[in-house]
């Protein structure tokens, strides 16, 4: 396939909504950099927003923990900077890889954390796959979702045991992982996209708490609500406080594999990109969106590193080589064990509409 690609930073030109100039320039790589308070003035908002919490309940913070990078930093970081007394929330979608697995145990065994985990029976996550797949040619929304909706709803139900309401803690990067226009990651879409079946099926669940999700359902997107904001605020008392790490101290991608390996053997799998292999489903998710966009969450990423200066362009096209853009053998068993027939996914569906 000839991919017509942002000269600068290898964008293709079937990103939605991407203009390219006369030079062959995208206009993302035209914007001025984000601007961002200093990192002293940020850190000292974080020592603020723990020192609300410290010493509070039983835990001083509420974790969710993938095996990932990402969450795992967040865990080493609190642990590290603040020595918080953390509870680790897993969401198990029955997809997590041997290495998310290996990786999640390690951590929890390492730094002492309390872990429970989650993980709401296959048959109705599966029925959510499945209408997402049909509806929408994807079914990522699902847990970007779910995991939320029941970290919240966790917290709300434990509250008397917990002793309050810890703050929650993340370690989504907005900068990194936000991927506007093919991102399905809102409230709103998934709710809106629900039939009031699946709806009512939700509600039933034992670990799901109607006031939690009647409290999120207004939500755009669930990592962008920022404590202090307007959204934060009519969620309400009920459900967690929760801010994403990555917007108060800096995230080097790079730098936190050894970090981690270093600190409880963390380990990835190694010839291949090193993207949320938590979670087996990723290359399904990756050549879907390669299929309906030309693009991969990897392509996002490495554009954003190209426009940071930390990688070449050269690097960058060497890199796409590992992205999942042919159709991965998981597919068809996936498919097979949601009742889905190929035919059936909507190839056609915007995602995050
Ligand atoms: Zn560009």
Known sequence: MNIIRCNRCILPATYPDLRLNGEGVC???????????????????????????????????????????????????????????MLGINFDNGYSSDYAVRNLTALVDAYGIDLVVLRPAQTFLKKL?????????????????????????????????????????????????????ISVTSMQYFFKNLTPELFAELIAQPFIEEKAVR????????????????????????????????????????????????EFGWEQPSGRHDSHFDCTLFPIKEYLKFKKYGLTQETIKNSILIREGLLTREKALERIKMEQT????????????????????????????
């Open 326 to 353: 042919t159709e991965p053998e998981s597919l068809h068993p996936f498919l097979r064990e949601l009742g889905v027939d190929p035919q059936e996914v909507n190839e056609e569906g915007e995602w995050s509409r």
């Open 215 to 262: 409290a999120y359902m207004n939500v755009r997107d669930p990592r962008q609500v920022k404590i202090n904001s307007n959204e934060h605020t009519a969620l309400g008392d009920s459900v967690i406080s929760l801010i994403q790490l990555p917007d108060y101290v800096p995230w080097d991608l790079f730098r936190m594999p050894g970090i981690l390996r270093a």
């Open 129 to 181: 796959f499945a209408h997402f797949l049909r509806t929408h040619g994807e079914f990522c929304s699902v847990c970007n979702n779910m995991g939320y909706l029941l970290m919240a709803s966790y917290s709300l139900s434990q509250q008397r045991a917990l002793g309050y309401t810890p703050l929650g803690v993340g370690g989504w990067s907005k900068k990194y992982e936000f991927q506007p226009g």
């Open 27 to 85: 206009h993302l790589c035209l914007m001025p950099p984000e601007t961002r308070p200093a990192p002293e003035e940020l850190k000292k908002r974080l020592d603020e927003i723990i020192a609300v919490h410290r010493g509070k309940g039983k835990y001083e913070a509420l974790v969710g923990l993938s095996g990932g990078k990402d969450s795992s930093y967040v865990a080493y970081y609190l642990r590290r900077e603040y020595g918080l007394k």
